[in-house]
T-cell receptor, first 117, second 117 residues
Framework: ETGVTQTPRHLVMGMTNKKSLKCEQH?????MYWYKQSAKKPLELMFV???????ENNSVPSRFSPECPNSSHLFLHLHTLQPEDSALYLC????????????????FGSGTRLTVV | AQSVAQPEDQVNVAEGNPLTVKCTYS??????LFWYVQYPNRGLQFLLK??????LVKGSYGFEAEFNKSQTSFHLKKPSALVSDSALYFC???????????????FGSGTQLTVLP
């Protein structure tokens, strides 16, 4: 257990469904991230929240909608997904306050394996 | 912009032999460098990092990595490979005291290590 918990571990959904992925961290970190990992592709950074405010949105399709209600919880809301969205979705957290104060690295959760049918 | 290159998609090595997984980076200024390991259907686990100081850093599970500034490399090594070391390995870089998107970790595309019994 890394201190970052993702649920569910596996999810199968139809293209018309609406579902949410959940991430919770117990490390006292103040930044959280969503990554998409597809087979044989580099990790794709999807969203970054630092101090509960979204600071990065790397042109991710609007069918993915993040929510960060507090520094310990992060959600990824999914709707009308496509088969190519099937992937492992990884959540990570770090301690990062910017302004020249750096973090050393990220702590990752085990991921949610998403299959869109 | 910062980037990481892992030139080998796949590395095979016999158990008991030394292993090397290559990583080169591009970043302005002094880099922070990381290695992560991913086992099947799991998140990334931190192995080791270089921040400053001794160019040879030691990490978990007997792994080590050598920072070479002139060659902009940070190769991962282990003197004697185990079958259980078989996994996907990621190199990552970030620039210290940076802001905005440069503050984030940039990952390589990963190298699949297979240790043969």
């Amino acid at each position: 257990e890394t201190g970052v918990t993702q649920t569910p571990r596996h999810l199968v959904m139809g293209m018309t469904n609406k579902k949410s992925l959940k991430c919770e961290q117990h490390l006292g970190h103040n930044a959280m991230y969503w990554y998409k990992q597809s087979a044989k592709k580099p990790l794709e950074l999807m969203f970054v929240y630092s101090l509960e405010e979204r600071v990065e949105n790397n042109s991710v399709p609007s069918r993915f909608s993040p929510e960060c209600p507090n520094s310990s919880h992060l959600f990824l809301h999914l709707h009308t997904l496509q088969p190519e969205d099937s992937a492992l979705y990884l959540c990570a957290s770090s301690q990062d306050v910017g302004q020249g104060v750096f973090n050393y690295g990220y702590t990752f959760g085990s991921g949610t394996r998403l299959t869109v049918v | 912009a910062q980037s990481v290159a892992q030139p080998e998609d796949q590395v095979n090595v016999a158990e008991g032999n030394p292993l090397t997984v290559k990583c080169t980076y591009s970043v302005s200024g002094n880099p922070y460098l990381f290695w992560y390991v991913q086992y099947p259907n799991r998140g990334l686990q931190f192995l080791l990092k270089y921040i400053t100081g001794d160019n040879l850093v030691k990490g978990s599970y007997g792994f080590e990595a050598e920072f070479n500034k002139s060659q902009t490399s940070f190769h991962l090594k282990k003197p004697s490979a185990l079958v259980s070391d078989s996994a996907l390995y990621f190199c990552a870089v970030r620039r210290p005291f940076s802001s905005g998107s440069a503050r984030q970790l940039t990952f390589g595309s990963g190298t699949q290590l297979t240790v043969l019994p």
